[in-house]
């Protein structure tokens, strides 16, 4: 999922790196919200870390239903999802792969977010033991601090998931050893 003021184009490129033969389906959502300065979104940005309530959660339950309908049609079980996303796009993968009442997915790639704190939206972190998750930010990104990142490792090993964690002297954006690691959670969590 792409981030904040970018669109479904915006990560192809990620999906082609992480599955160069072609080997997966790869969905790239649009965030359905138009917003200033421009491009899609997913919720409304009041703080980081904390994302609108009222926005996020209609989101969240859109793209629920989205991926839903689309792991239905293709006949694919969640034990062969892995979601993942940029940014906001972090949120949501984090959102949709951590959520109480979600089923349980392969894995979780999550390339400079935060797992979001929303009133009324609660994860089951009890259920996720063991979950393959790769956390990778920039230690210079100016945008959403790199103590996101930490915190979230530090919760979610805290939890009993098998996270592997980077840190890279980047801003904004996805380091080529961020890309790696997730390659290799990705090979793991679904052997081709």
């Known amino acids: 999922m792409h ?17 160069p033969d072609g080997n997966l389906l790869g969905l790239l959502p649009r965030g359905p919200l138009a917003l200033p300065p421009g491009g899609r979104h997913w919720y409304v940005l009041r703080e ?21 309908g689309v792991l239905a049609e293709n ?16 949120v949501m993968a984090y959102s949709l792969g951590l959520a109480a009442g979600r089923p349980r997915p ?13 009133d009324g939206f609660e994860l ?8 393959p998750v790769s956390i990778s930010h920039g230690s210079l990104d100016p945008i959403i601090s790199v103590e996101f990142a930490r915190e979230a490792r530090t919760r979610l090993e805290a939890a ?6 980077r840190e890279d002297p980047v801003p904004h954006t996805i380091a080529p ?9 990705l090979a793991e969590a679904l052997p081709v």
């Open 3 to 19: 981030g904040r003021g970018a669109d479904e184009h915006d990560l192809a490129p990620l999906l082609q790196a992480l599955d």
């Open 48 to 68: 980081v870390g904390s994302p609108d309530r009222e926005t996020f959660l209609q989101t969240f339950a859109l793209l629920s239903d989205w991926l839903d």
């Open 75 to 90: 006949e694919i079980t969640s034990d062969r999802l892995v979601v993942g996303g940029f940014s906001q796009g972090a």
């Open 106 to 118: 392969a894995a979780v790639l999550a390339f400079s977010g935060f797992i979001p704190r929303v």
């Open 124 to 131: 089951d972190l009890d259920g996720r033991t063991g979950l």
């Open 160 to 165: 009993g998931l098998a996270v592997r964690y």
């Open 177 to 185: 050893g961020a890309l790696a690691q997730a390659k290799e959670v």
